[in-house]
């Protein structure tokens, strides 16, 4: 089993900047195919970023290309979602996710292990 707690969350003006944190515990270290998902109300569960650590092939979508980075600590211990230049479309609950997906995974269907989310609101 792996477990996954997110933190970092809050509330944030337009322009601003967050850095969300995914303690990873358990069975293995990051040597999964992990990403971070965001739900807004009445919306789907969508892939913000997405990596495979062994290929180092990551995925962003274009809504948030060039603002969100994806990365992990030396220890492994931990992996990141450094997000800037933040707006109100940004607002949403937040979940890191792990697969052991020998290949890059996109779709939330494609993950096995979930953390319980953070929320980030944006004010504009």
């Known amino acids: 089993q792996v477990q996954l707690v997110e933190s970092g969350g809050g509330l944030v003006q337009a322009g601003g900047s967050l850095r969300l944190s995914c303690a990873v515990s358990g069975r293995t270290s990051i040597s999964y195919t992990m990403g971070w998902f965001r739900q807004a109300p009445g919306k789907e569960r969508e892939c913000v970023a997405a990596k495979n650590w062994r290929s180092g092939l990551t995925y962003y979508p274009d809504s948030v290309k060039g603002r969100f980075t994806i990365s992990k600590d030396n220890a492994e211990t931990t992996m990141y979602l450094q997000m800037d230049s933040l707006n109100a479309e940004d607002t949403g609950r937040y979940y890191c996710?792990?697969?052991?997906?020998?290949?890059?995974?996109?779709?939330?269907?494609?993950?096995?292990?979930w953390g319980q989310g953070t929320q980030v609101t944006v004010s504009s």
């Open positions: 996710a792990a697969t052991a997906s020998p290949t890059i995974a996109t779709t939330a269907q494609s993950y096995v292990y």
